[in-house]
């Protein structure tokens, strides 16, 4: 089992470009979560799906962020465009039943 | 908003020791009950959860859950250096055997384990 995927690890971007993360949840996981980290506020819930519906969106910041599942092993969320303020780090987690499992991260820094 | 509060920390504790980690929340439909483990750079880990009122113990950890205080606690014992980290409470609406939905993170507590 290669455990939630993230991708990019890191990512450097200027303020005004359009970002996409991306995250492959674990095979057999009906829920994915997408949060973000920082000092300031700690992990932040900004979206899950269920069976690949979005279930609550009410974190997402502003229409700036979206997020999609378009099937069982794929989510992405995208920043456009995007602020230094969302310099954070993003992590994605699957479940089914028991806890989270939550990947390595993408750690995003807009100059 | 439900609320999450932990032990502000940091916990400073010589190694061998106990080390209690609290946690209160607010939500009284909380069902399930996280804690997770987050190493410095690196994501959460899932430690323990517990679902029944009482102790639950794996290996050096245990679980203390009090729902009708709104209560849940993490003693580590015979503490090690490794086991430095901050330490996430994290309460869920499902009960087991449920799909998981959403947890409230709380804020975490710093534990530091000296030699």
């Known amino acids: 089992d290669a455990g939630v995927i993230q991708s990019p690890r890191h990512e450097v971007t200027e303020m005004g470009q359009e970002v996409t993360l991306r995250c492959k949840p674990i095979?057999?996981?009906?829920?994915l979560f997408w949060y973000r980290q920082t000092m300031m506020r700690g992990l932040e819930l900004l979206i899950y799906?269920?069976?690949?519906?979005?279930?609550?969106d009410s974190g997402m910041p502003e229409d700036r962020f979206s997020a999609k599942m378009p099937n069982a092993s794929f989510s992405t969320l995208k920043i456009q465009p995007s602020e230094p303020r969302d310099s954070a780090v993003y992590f994605c987690?699957?479940?089914?039943?028991?806890?989270?499992?939550f990947g390595s991260g993408t750690r995003l820094t807009v100059v | 908003q439900k609320e999450v509060e932990q032990n502000s920390g940091p916990l400073s504790v010589p190694e061998g020791a106990i080390a209690s980690l609290n946690c209160t929340y607010s939500?009284?439909?909380?069902?399930?009950f996280f804690w997770y483990r987050q190493y410095s750079g690196k994501s959460p880990e899932l430690i323990m959860f517990i679902y029944s009122n009482g102790d639950k113990e794996d290996g050096r950890f245990t679980a203390q859950l009090n729902k009708a205080s709104q209560y849940v606690s993490l003693l580590i014992r015979d503490s090690q250096p490794s086991d430095s980290a901050t330490y996430l409470c994290?309460?869920?609406?499902?009960?087991?055997?449920?799909?998981?939905?959403?947890?409230?993170f709380g804020r975490g507590t710093q534990l530091t384990v000296w030699p």
């Open positions: 939500d009284r439909g909380s069902q399930s």
């Open positions: 095979s057999g996981h009906n829920s």
């Open positions: 994290a309460p869920g609406g499902r009960s087991r055997g449920s799909t998981l939905g959403r947890l409230y």
């Open positions: 987690a699957s479940s089914f039943m028991d806890g989270y499992t």
């Open positions: 799906f269920n069976n690949n519906v979005p279930i609550d």
